[in-house]
Every structure is written in structure tokens, then in C-alpha cells.
């Protein structure tokens, strides 16, 4: 409405580069607000996972479904939330997330089977969470060009403290109040999903902040859509208008054809398959080695702060001049690293051992989500970001839904975690294999233009030395 009373009176919106700053850091704490109720708070519905299975009496992979559920529909919606964000507003997208996310868990205190959590818990609550996290994460792309990454290392560190805090909190929680209360208490939390809605002033782009051009400011209009020169009521032909938004939309999503996105994105799908089973498992695998609830929950905490650590620091470093440049090889060997060290953790099965676990894992879990968004833009451009944000994140969605109960049907199957989180490591480090690759390839063909242009240049100087040589010797 602002916008069409501005240029109803014949105001222009007026052109401004990224802030990096000012109102952008409140675009930060607002994204931050909305990783703490979405992804921690996924995070912790782990710390369910045995109550669900004593109440009910179901075993490993049935139980399973329940997180799967709520990863996989938060990812499967993504672009639902880059659609309401990109044709709306990104504040009416996260508000609305916020009220289904709350609702659902509220229902879901109320549950009378897993079949019921399934939907409640699983299906709502992951589609409110999927209106909220695309779109608050692609506002703080728009807001920030020179020091993104740290940017995004502060906002995606919601995550870590979310689970810090929330882990033994929830525990806390399930033995006073059960596991019902307990999920009534985080429906009240997560309502206030709405209140950080309120904090998101969009920006929108035009063609020139693309390729780091400057945006233009507008605080009813969704983010990452290309500004428009002439306003509908100037549009010189209204009749097509709806032929010009399927183009628009086409437009959107062209950088699909790029084979750098069609690598990147098979590397995100095998990523997906292994992140998230030592967030489902670590807990029960904890308890099954004899360390107690608290102990257990605590872990989980362990790893909240370290996705801290690695989420601010990790995004400080790439954005020094020395790393820039090689951020795609910062995101692979944070991923290569973290598969690693899911391949030892068979091994370690005292609460003493698992705490470097959680140390390292959590550091480099950290590290690379931070970077996601990072990388994405740098292949895409920033315009595109919101669109590519939804497409990365669904393609996480079918790898969460089916992973953690095929690592619990490897628990019933073996009796042990060992297979579990050996298909977590090699997912991970098949993913920063692909990267790698990708990345090499693109560095060869890099070499070879240069050279070529090289060969290119040199005789067309060898022939302007020749022609000139003759008139000095004369």
C-alpha cells in the first residue's frame, strides 16, 4: 500500500546499495529468532524420541518418522515460502508459519497415537516452519554484500544457541510436566515466530544487484523479485500481464540450467542424506552405551554451542580478503570433515569420548550451514536467492524424510548404531567429494581459457613487433 501511495503521489523509491548495517542487523536478529524456533527446535524433538517410543510402544523406525516428518516437510515447502515471500511479503510468510508452526505443536500435546504426531507434528508443524526459514534467511542476503558471511553466521547461529538452550530445558520439561506439556510449553515459544515476522522489511531488487548492483527499498513488496520500471497502472499492455508474470517466474528459476547448480545441488542431496541421523541418533545412542538422560541431553547442549562457534567464525574467516576466493573449498572440507568424524563415533562409547564428538561434529555442522546460503549466492547472484533457497532446501527434504528411519531399521536390523552412523559419514563425505570435483574441474577450464587467451594475444603482438622493427631499422 506505501508503494502505491508513493507512486500514486509520483515518488520514486529510491536506489541504495546493501546496507550492511543499520536496519540490516536487525534483519539478523530477526532471522536468528527464527532459526532458534525452527531448526532448534527441530533439533530437540530427538530428546522425545524415547518417551514416544515407551508411550506408544513402537520401535526405532517408527518413531523415526516423526523427525522425518517435520525435516522433510519443512524442506518440501520451501518453495512455498520463497513463493509467499517473492509474490507477498516476507512478513506475511513467516507470520502465517509462525501461528501453523504453533498450532501444530499444541496439537500435538494432545496426541493419541503416532499416526496423529505424524500429521500434527510432522505435516504442520513442518509446513509452518517452511513459510518461516527460506524466506527470513533470504532477506538477510539482500541486506548484506561485503560482510554476508559473517552476517549469516550470526543469524544461522540461532540454531546452535536454540539447541544449548533448549535441549535440557526440554528434558527438564518432559520429567515435570511429560512429554504433553512439554510440547505445549514449545508451541508457546514458537508462536512467537509471529513477532519476529514484524521485524522483516523486504527489499526489492532490480536487475543491477545481481551482479551486486544497488536495491531498492520497499516495505510492502516481497524480496528478490526485479524492480519494475512502470507501475500497473502504467503497464502498456494489461492484457498480457499474466503472460509477463509466468515469464517473470521463469526468469526466477533459469539459473537451474546452470551446471554448477545442477552439481552443487546433487552434492546438498547427499549432504542432506547424512546430517541429520547424528542429531536423530546421538541421544538414544548415548542412553544405549550407558550414559544417563542428563548426561545425554547434555551432549546435545555440547553441540548447540560449538554450531556457535563455528557458525560466527567460520563466517568471519571466509569473509577476509585471503579466503573469499575460496569459499566453495571452505564449505568442502567443513562438510569432508564432519563425515569423518561420524565414522568414529562406534568408537567412542563413554560420555567422556562422546564430547569431543559433539565438539567437532557441532564446529563443523556450524561451518557449512553457515556457508550454504553463501555459496548459493555466489553461484546464483543475490536477485536469485530466495528462489535458489527454496530449491536447496526442498531438495533436503526427500534425503531427511527417508534417512532417519532407514537409520532406525539399521538399529533394529543390527542391534547397534554402528551402521547408522556409517551411512552418515559416507553420505557427508560423498557430498564434499562431488563439491571438490566440481570445484577442480572449474579451476581446470580456468587455466585453460587463460592460457588460451594467452595464445591468442601472442601473435597478434609478435606480428606488431615484426611491422615495426622494419620502419626503425629504416
Not at 517410543?53 to 517408527?62: C, K, L, P, T
Not at 528434558?171 to 515466530?193: D, F, K, M, P, T
Not at 577476509?320 to 563415533?345: H, W
Amino acid at each position: 500500500m506505501v508503494h502505491a501511495a508513493a507512486m500514486a503521489h509520483g515518488k520514486k523509491i529510491p536506489a541504495v546499495p546493501p546496507p550492511d548495517g543499520g536496519w540490516g542487523w536487525m534483519i539478523v536478529a530477526g532471522c536468528f529468532m527464527v532459526t532458534v524456533c525452527t531448526r532448534a527446535v527441530t533439533r530437540c524433538i530427538s530428546i522425545f524420541f524415547v518417551e514416544f517410543q515407551i508411550h506408544f510402544g513402537r520401535d526405532y523406525s517408527g518413531t523415526a518418522w516423526i523427525h522425518s516428518l517435520v525435516d522433510c516437510t519443512t524442506m518440501l515447502c520451501a518453495p512455498l515460502g520463497s513463493f509467499i515471500g517473492n509474490r507477498l511479503s516476507c512478513r506475511i510468510a513467516v507470520i502465517l508459519g509462525g501461528f501453523l508452526s504453533s498450532i501444530g505443536l499444541v496439537l500435538s500435546s494432545f496426541a493419541t497415537s503416532l499416526e496423529y504426531l505424524y500429521l500434527s507434528l510432522g505435516v504442520l508443524t513442518g509446513v509452518g516452519f517452511a513459510l518461516c526459514y527460506t524466506p527470513a534467511i533470504a532477506m538477510v542476503g539482500s541486506y548484506f554484500c561485503q560482510r554476508k558471511a559473517l552476517a549469516y553466521g550470526i543469524a544461522m547461529s540461532g540454531s546452535g544457541i536454540g539447541t544449548f538452550i533448549l535441549a535440557p530445558v526440554v528434558q527438564l520439561l518432559i520429567e515435570h510436566y511429560s512429554w504433553r506439556g512439554a510440547l505445549l510449553i514449545l508451541g508457546g515459544v514458537v508462536s512467537n515466530l509471529c513477532v519476529c515476522g514484524a521485524l522483516l522489511r523486504p527489499i526489492r531488487l532490480t536487475d543491477e544487484e545481481e551482479s551486486g548492483g544497488p536495491p531498492l527499498l520497499d516495505s510492502e513488496r516481497g524480496y528478490g523479485v526485479k524492480a519494475q520500471a512502470t507501475s500497473a497502472s502504467e503497464d502498456p499492455l494489461p492484457v498480457d500481464r499474466k503472460g509477463r508474470r509466468c515469464l517473470q517466474s521463469m526468469q526466477d528459476y533459469r539459473f537451474l540450467l546452470m551446471p554448477d547448480f545442477v552439481m552443487l545441488a546433487v552434492s546438498f542431496v547427499f549432504l542432506a542424506s547424512g546430517c541429520s541421523l547424528p542429531f536423530v541418533y546421538l541421544v538414544p545412542y548415548a542412553l544405549d552405551v550407558g550414559v544417563c538422560p542428563h548426561q545425554a541431553a547434555f551432549l546435545m547442549s555440547i553441540l548447540g554451542v560449538i554450531d556457535i562457534v563455528g557458525n560466527i567464525t567460520f563466517g568471519w574467516l571466509v569473509d577476509q580478503r585471503y579466503l573469499k576466493k575460496y569459499r566453495n573449498i571452505c564449505y568442502t572440507i567443513a562438510v569432508g570433515l564432519e563425515g569423518l568424524c561420524c565414522l568414529f563415533i562406534p568408537l567412542l562409547r563413554t560420555f567422556t569420548l562422546l564430547v569431543p564428538f559433539s565438539v567437532l561434529y557441532g564446529y563443523f555442522d556450524g561451518a557449512y550451514v553457515a556457508l550454504i546460503p553463501v555459496v548459493t549466492s555466489d553461484i546464483v547472484g543475490t536477485a536469485n536467492l530466495s528462489s535458489a533457497l527454496g530449491i536447496v532446501y526442498f531438495l533436503h527434504a526427500i534425503p531427511y524424510l527417508l534417512s532417519p528411519p532407514i537409520g532406525g531399521w539399521l538399529v533394529d536390523t543390527t542391534g547397534t548404531y554402528t551402521a547408522t552412523f556409517f551411512l552418515s559419514g559416507f553420505a557427508l563425505i560423498s557430498s564434499s567429494l562431488v563439491i571438490s570435483t566440481v570445484t577442480g574441474i572449474r579451476h581446470c577450464r580456468t587455466i585453460q581459457k587463460h592460457r588460451q587467451n594467452s595464445k591468442d594475444t601472442d601473435p597478434k603482438q609478435e606480428t606488431y613487433q615484426t611491422s615495426i622493427q622494419p620502419q626503425v631499422k629504416r
